[in-house]
């Protein structure tokens, strides 16, 4: 149990158009979704955290008109990347925390290319 | 998945006290990451020390590394009830994204 998908696993797109990654907790309900990113061979730096049927909370220095979070039920978060830049290119990665408990259930990654 | 160790599980300290947490690891790294959690939060990162680094400081944390016996350390000085949390570290290898997990230590600061 406790698996937790992203899609897409990896996208290329162009400058300026907008990408969305979708987050899903595949057996469990999730009230708090975590996003992630992460560039080659460093740390996971926390962008937001999403709660179900409320805004998301963004860490100081993310814009949050360039990445649009969507918690819409207990088991589906959405990031967009709007407008998307090269330098947005990078490893993004969602987690999933179940109502009770403390433990986050890594998704597997989608890895973004900005041409 | 979790192939790191870490130790103590648990730890409770007074405020003021120094607070050493200790991380084993299997395989080469790359880099080691040491990460805080508060109860119902993200992960934070804290610090990135890499293979040919021994120790690095930031703020009132000190992590060293030693690879001959793949073990990092982490340690937070004059802890302050703020810092109540539980603490994992992160290995990456030759994959660019992929980390490792420990367990984690729960650190108790009481007041």
């Known amino acids: 149990g406790a698996v937790v998908s992203q899609h897409p696993s990896w996208v290329i797109c162009k400058s300026g158009t907008s990408v969305k990654i979708e987050c899903r907790s595949l057996d469990f309900q999730a009230t708090t979704m975590f996003w992630y990113r992460q560039f080659p061979k460093q740390s996971l730096m926390l962008m937001a955290t999403?709660?179900?049927?409320?805004?998301?909370?963004?860490e100081q220095g993310v814009e949050k008109d360039k990445f649009l979070i969507n918690h819409a039920s207990l088991t589906l978060s959405t990031l967009t990347v709007t407008s998307a830049h090269p330098e947005d290119s990078s490893f993004y990665i969602c987690s999933a925390r179940r109502s009770l408990g403390n433990e986050q259930f890594f998704g597997p990654g989608t890895r973004l290319t900005v041409l | 998945s979790q192939q790191g160790e870490e130790d103590p599980q648990a730890l409770s300290i007074q405020e003021g006290e120094n607070a050493t947490m200790n991380c084993s690891y299997k395989t080469s790294i790359n880099n080691l990451q040491w990460y805080r959690q508060n109860s119902g939060r993200g992960l934070v990162h804290l610090i990135l020390i890499r293979s040919n680094e021994r120790e690095k400081h930031s703020g009132r944390l000190r992590v060293t590394l030693d690879t001959s016996k793949k073990s990092s350390s982490l340690l937070i000085t004059a802890s302050r009830a703020a810092d109540t949390a539980s603490y994992f570290c992160?290995?990456?290898?030759?994959?660019?994204?992929?980390?490792?997990w420990g367990a984690g230590t729960k650190l108790i600061i009481k007041p």
């Open positions: 992160a290995t990456n290898g030759d994959s660019n994204y992929q980390l490792i």
């Open positions: 999403s709660n179900e049927g409320s805004k998301a909370t963004y």
